[in-house]
Each structure stands twice: as C-alpha cells, then as structure tokens.
C-alpha cells in the first residue's frame, strides 16, 4: 500500500531513508521535480501549481496519502491545497508540524493553548520562499508562546546539493549562520527548515557551535508518518510497488541519487 513521497528535487530523499527505515513493510513512491528545482526563489502560485501537479502524478500511482518532503511547498502550498483543492479520500501533509511538535515539546493532536516552552531563541535556516511564507512562524504560534525567530534565507546552498559540490554548499552554510548570528548570536536552537539540509547538518551544526541544539526533520517525519498510519490505516492507498520517478533526466537523477543515500537508486521518467 504505497505512500507517496514529493520534492523538488533530491532533499526529500533523506525524509524517505527514515521513513523506509522505520516502516519496512510500506512501499514508497517518490517523486522528484528536478527539472524545475530549486522551488525556493520561484513565487507560491509557481510553487502551488507545480506541487499539485506532481501530487496528481502521485494519486496516479495508488498513493492516497502523499508527504511533501519540501519545506518550500509545504510552506507555500499546503494550506491552499487543503483549503481549495484536495478532493476527498486524498490527504496531504507537510514536515514542518512534526519538527514543530518536537521543539514544543507537544504530542500530535494537543490542542490546548499555547503555552510558554523551554527555547526561547530559534534559528530558522530555510529556502527564501519558505522564509518569505512565514509559515513555521505561524504554526508555531499555535502551539507556543515567548519563542523568538530569527529566519535566515540559504540562497544558493539547495542549488550546491543538488549540483553535487559539498565544498560549496558548506562554504554558504558558513556564510549563511554568520548572517544570522549577526542578528541573533546566542541561539539556542536550530531548525533546518529544508529537507536538504540535513545532507551539511555536520556543517550547520560546527558553524553554530555544539551548544545550539539542531533540529532535523527525517526522523521525526518518519515518526509522524508511522503515528498517522496507525490512526489512519484507510490511507495506506492502493498502491503495492516502490518506485522513484522524476522529471529531469532520470540516468543523471539516478547518480546523484545514489551518491546520496550511498545505496543503489533507479529513476525513472515521470
């Protein structure tokens, strides 16, 4: 009963190693939009046609409860999807709540008021379009109260990943946590707030020093993800096979692909 999983592009491949990880028995499908990646700089009406595009190609594919492992998109599209868009017996859901509900320290559905928690300096590190949405700003605010957020945009760092070039990428992580620590320099936690970063947390983390606690999505998606299939078993779709599919040319997805998760991948054409 396949899930599917969406990107823009190769992040959202460390959201589906947890989730392989923890749920061995669901087949995933995972979609990546690398033909038009990064999403990051693109504007939300950009952002919301292509992720409903790219999730219609997923409910094709038996998967009835698609994950966006994209920030952007889940920033930027999500609650217009649920709003205006997604028919019924279809779910979507985003990765920002699971990130949120751990660094609040709140159980999945606590719908009490929000309450004062234990962090009160949060770095957000995050693509400009997720940055510009203020979209975990305003989910946090549903759950906590007194946490101050200083965002800072990683132009170019998406970009770095998905070309391969790890010395460039960290080199923009450093320039990108000096910009912040600017403005707040005692943090006391971090959000990597884009599914690709996980890929330079050792970065992040060595520029922000080890007292800053960083927070990052996979795993707590894959929790998330296996709570909700609990509760929601209905949403295990019809789908029965893994695949990974993509819209830019699927020898060179593949490679790189490979390269990230140091295991074989196959891509094919959407």
């Given at each position: 009963?396949?899930?599917?999983?969406?990107?823009?592009?190769?992040?959202?491949?460390?959201?589906?190693?947890?989730?392989?990880?923890?749920?061995?028995?669901?087949?995933?499908?995972?979609f990546?939009?690398?033909?038009?990646?990064?999403?990051?700089?693109?504007t939300?009406?950009?952002?919301?046609?292509?992720?409903?595009?790219?999730?219609?190609?997923?409910w094709?594919?038996?998967?009835d409860?698609?994950?966006?492992?994209?920030?952007?998109?889940s920033?930027?599209?999500?609650?217009?999807?649920?709003?205006?868009?997604?028919?019924?017996?279809?779910r979507?859901?985003?990765?920002?709540v699971?990130?949120?509900?751990?660094?609040?320290?709140?159980?999945?559905?606590?719908?009490?008021?929000?309450?004062?928690?234990?962090?009160?300096?949060?770095?957000?590190?995050?693509?400009?379009?997720?940055?510009?949405?203020?979209?975990?700003?305003?989910?946090?605010?549903?759950?906590?109260?007194?946490?101050?957020?200083?965002?800072?945009?990683?132009?170019?760092?998406?970009?770095?990943?998905?070309?391969?070039?790890?010395?460039?990428?960290?080199?923009?992580?450093?320039?990108?946590?000096e910009?912040?620590?600017?403005?707040?320099?005692?943090?006391?936690?971090a959000?990597?707030?884009?599914?690709?970063?996980p890929?330079?947390?050792?970065?992040?983390?060595?520029?922000?020093?080890p007292?800053?606690?960083?927070?990052?999505?996979?795993?707590?998606v894959?929790?998330?993800?296996a709570?909700?299939?609990?509760?929601?078993p209905?949403?295990?779709?019809?789908?029965?096979?893994s695949?990974?599919?993509?819209?830019?040319?699927?020898?060179?997805?593949?490679?790189?692909?490979?390269?990230?998760?140091?295991?074989?991948?196959?891509?094919?054409a959407?």
């Amino acid at each position: 009963m396949a899930v599917g999983i969406f990107d823009s592009g190769l992040g959202g491949l460390t959201v589906l190693d947890a989730v392989q990880r923890r749920l061995p028995d669901v087949p995933f499908v995972y979609f990546g939009d690398n033909a038009h990646a990064p999403y990051g700089v693109r504007t939300a009406d950009d952002i919301f046609d292509l992720t409903c595009a790219a999730t219609e190609c997923l409910w094709a594919e038996g998967c009835d409860l698609v994950i966006l492992a994209c920030n952007t998109a889940s920033a930027a599209a999500l609650k217009r999807m649920q709003d205006t868009w997604i028919p019924p017996g279809k779910r979507v859901l985003g990765v920002f709540v699971p990130l949120i509900e751990a660094l609040t320290e709140r159980q999945w559905g606590d719908n009490s008021p929000p309450r004062e928690v234990a962090v009160k300096h949060v770095a957000l590190f995050a693509t400009p379009a997720t940055v510009a949405s203020r979209a975990f700003q305003r989910e946090l605010a549903f759950r906590a109260i007194g946490v101050d957020v200083e965002a800072q945009p990683c132009a170019g760092v998406v970009d770095a990943i998905e070309q391969g070039d790890e010395i460039l990428a960290e080199a923009l992580v450093r320039s990108h946590v000096e910009a912040l620590k600017r403005r707040m320099p005692h943090p006391e936690a971090a959000v990597l707030g884009c599914t690709h970063y996980p890929l330079m947390e050792r970065a992040f983390q060595e520029a922000l020093g080890p007292q800053v606690k960083v927070y990052s999505q996979a795993n707590l998606v894959a929790e998330s993800l296996a709570d909700y299939l609990i509760r929601r078993p209905e949403f295990r779709g019809p789908g029965q096979v893994s695949k990974f599919l993509t819209t830019g040319e699927p020898g060179n997805v593949s490679s790189k692909a490979t390269q990230f998760l140091r295991r074989k991948i196959t891509f094919e054409a959407a």
